[in-house]
């Protein structure tokens, strides 16, 4: 059963210190986004990727995060350095444009992360 | 710009009896629709798709959705509820022919309780 992993599922961290949350994508997909959920924003996109190219990170604060796709197999998110706002569940989800299967995003469960 | 609304922010029903959640998107072109379902810690799993034909779609635990396009709308049913629909609803609304436009918009969430 192919699934989108997110490690880790949970990260509690001071304020400050950087953040790594990482993805491995469905086999085959090459499309990749990733997600912010909160309470009163919803779910927001932070940033698309396809074919490992970044095509669209204008939902991310371009200060403190950065996204990353170092093979087709990993994608990685970091916050460096987190504050407490950034306390969220970020989601991966992965994609395919070959025609049968355009724009399903399959989702990850979700990094919880909070930031004391 | 893509957007959508879900108006009910909380909607609680009793076991058995029928669902409907609304969905209103605004698209400047054909849109591609869905619907995901959230339950509490996990992802979000895709329930129904629209990408065109008939607009009366079928999904997955006994879902369905009716497509309007006079009225922006994109309403998801189910005609008899289990406790095990208990979740939270996501609609989403997107394009299909490449770049920004696999971008999705989700809705903030509709919750659903189901009462025994």
């Known amino acids: 059963d192919a699934r989108v992993t997110q490690t880790p599922r949970h990260k509690v961290t001071e304020m400050g210190q950087e953040v790594t949350m990482r993805c491995q994508p469905i086999?085959?997909?090459?499309?990749v986004f990733w997600y912010r959920q909160t309470m009163m924003q919803g779910l927001e996109l932070l940033a698309y990727f396809r074919n490992r190219a970044p095509l669209d990170d204008s939902g991310m604060p371009k200060d403190r995060f950065s996204a990353e796709m170092p093979d087709a197999t990993l994608a990685t998110l970091k916050i460096q350095p987190s504050e407490p706002r950034d306390s969220a569940v970020y989601f991966c989800?992965?994609?395919?444009?070959?025609?049968?299967?355009?724009?399903?995003?399959?989702f990850g469960a979700g990094t919880r992360l909070s930031v004391l | 710009a893509q957007s959508v609304t879900q108006p009910d922010i909380h909607i609680t029903v009793s076991e058995g009896a029928s669902l409907e959640l609304r969905c209103n998107y605004s698209?400047?072109?054909?849109?591609?629709l869905f619907w995901y379902v959230q339950s509490p810690g996990q992802g979000l799993q895709l329930l129904l798709k629209?990408?065109?034909?008939?607009?009366l779609v079928q999904g997955i635990k006994g879902f369905e959705a009716e497509f309007k396009r006079s009225q922006s709308s994109f309403n998801l049913r189910k005609p008899s509820v289990h406790w095990s629909d208990a979740a939270e609803y996501f609609c989403?609304?997107?394009?299909?022919?490449?770049?920004?436009?696999?971008?999705?918009?989700f809705g903030k969430g509709t919750l659903l309780t189901v009462n025994p």
């Open positions: 086999l085959g997909h090459n499309t």
């Open positions: 989800a992965s994609g395919s444009t070959h025609l049968t299967r355009q724009n399903i995003q399959y």
């Open positions: 629209y990408f065109s034909g008939d607009t």
């Open positions: 989403a609304v997107g394009g299909g022919s490449g770049g920004s436009n696999y971008k999705l918009t």
């Open positions: 698209y400047g072109a054909t849109p591609y």
